[in-house]
């Protein structure tokens, strides 16, 4: 009997972990991956690129993401709740949260625009009207879609409801369960592009491309923008992790989860770049054609498919399905707040964060159109919001979030949360990224903000 139930309680503890292993995942895995992480990579010179991002995912993503879930396993509450309460009295720490909010509003403003081309895109792709290896005809199918304000804001506005819609009606955690059992389909499928844009000929050069770095190519935009790519992947420096480690058990190894979470999410925008690279450099398409780069891309390797027809629609509809994913962890942080700040209610807090994303997001979304030629910091709002938030607020979160973890949470506490008081013998690894957490990552961090900031 007592044999038994040891068994019970290791099984549901196994089910639970592999649940939130899950949920981290979901919120991961997203447009980071399939179009922002090609997209970077194109425009920021390649494998230096990669190896720059990777440097970054490692050194800063991994220790923040693991201080973040930590965070907010220790106090089982929302980011403001969470730093409000760890707090020695009178500093602002909540303030972490509160660039959280402000970050997802951002990100949310051209997310929700490009996550609308991408169902546009299951729409053409059902039609056929995009499956073509021509770049001339392939950029001007993706140009009439992002210069016509009524169809940009329209998918736009589709996307923010159909969110609102999946909150409001509390199934989140439902299509949440939906979107992780999808995702090894998305796997599989990204494994096919590759299969295909591998075998066309002139791959090679895609191959070398993403893989042969040139080191020479490496400069301070090159770090700032990996670094932001590491943020923005992750879903870190905002507050949402600590949301997510709020609902880990106290059994669960916070470490190793993480680590299998950024292997699993570095797997598949490799997949995605192996897919697309080869791809651009046989179609002789523009490796620096910046956010178009997927919509011209993949439809041309889905055009000289057996059945491309059917797989393009598959793949974009498997994209939505992990941007959707992404959009309610973010969703999640704005309500969050409106909710337990502001004392509204799920469905007041849901409407008006729908509605300032229309607002705030129109801009954005017409930025190929009405506001082509207004430029704040010489970028359009598309990408001025990508910007502030990959670059300003959560690497500026980030930082926060290690100087606190370092300096005022501190070594026994790191060590006997992360080692579930001393349950899992991982003394060293923790003892590793301490010290990562304490003085490499937050340096790290600030010296390329420095840079940004022209302070050097
Ligand atoms: N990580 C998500 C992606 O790559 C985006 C995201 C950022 C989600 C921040 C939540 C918070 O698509």
Known sequence: ?????????????????????????GSAVGLGNIWKFPSMTGTNGGASFLFVYLACTVVVGLPVMISEIMLGRTVKANAITTLRKLSPKGQ?????????????????????EVAGWVFAYIFKGISGSIL??????????FADLISDPVQSIGWQWFVII?????????????????????????????????????TLPGAEKGLEFLFAPDFSKI????ILMAMGLAFFKLSIGMGTMMTYGSYFKNSQNIPLTATRVVLADLLISLLAGIAIFPAVFAYGFDV???????????????????????????????????????????????VAYLCEARQMSRKAAT???????????????????????????????????????????????????CIFTGWVFGKDRFKAELSNHGLIKNEKVVDVLFFLIKYVS????????????KVF
């Open 1 to 25: 009997d007592k044999h038994h139930k040891a068994g019970h309680s290791v099984r549901d503890a196994f089910t639970s972990n592999l649940g939130m292993l899950a949920a981290t995942l």
């Open 92 to 112: 602002p720490w909540g303030i972490v949260g509160i660039s959280g909010v402000v970050a997802a509003f951002l990100i949310l403003c051209f997310y929700t």
């Open 132 to 141: 073509t290896t021509d770049p001339t005809i392939a950029s001007a199918a």
């Open 162 to 198: 159909f969110v609102s819609i999946i909150i409001t009606f509390g199934i989140s955690k439902g299509i949440e369960k939906v979107t992780i059992k999808l995702m090894p389909i998305l796997f599989l499928l990204l494994l096919v592009i590759c299969g295909r844009s591998l």
């Open 219 to 222: 400069s301070g935009s090159v």
């Open 288 to 334: 620096s054609a910046g956010p178009s780069l997927l919509f011209i891309t993949i439809p041309a390797v889905f055009a000289s498919m057996p059945m491309g027809h059917l797989f393009a629609v598959l793949f974009f509809v498997l994209t939505a399905v992990a941007a959707t994913g992404a959009m309610l962890s973010l969703f999640e942080v704005p």
């Open 351 to 401: 409407l008006t964060t729908a509605l300032l994303i229309m607002l705030l997001g129109a801009p954005a979304a017409l930025s190929s159109s009405l506001t082509k030629d207004v430029k704040v910091f010489g970028m359009n709002f598309f990408d001025l919001f990508d910007f502030l938030s990959s670059n300003l607020c959560m690497p500026a979160g980030g930082l926060l979030i």
């Open 442 to 453: 937050p340096l790290l961090v600030a010296i390329v903000m420095m840079n940004m900031l």
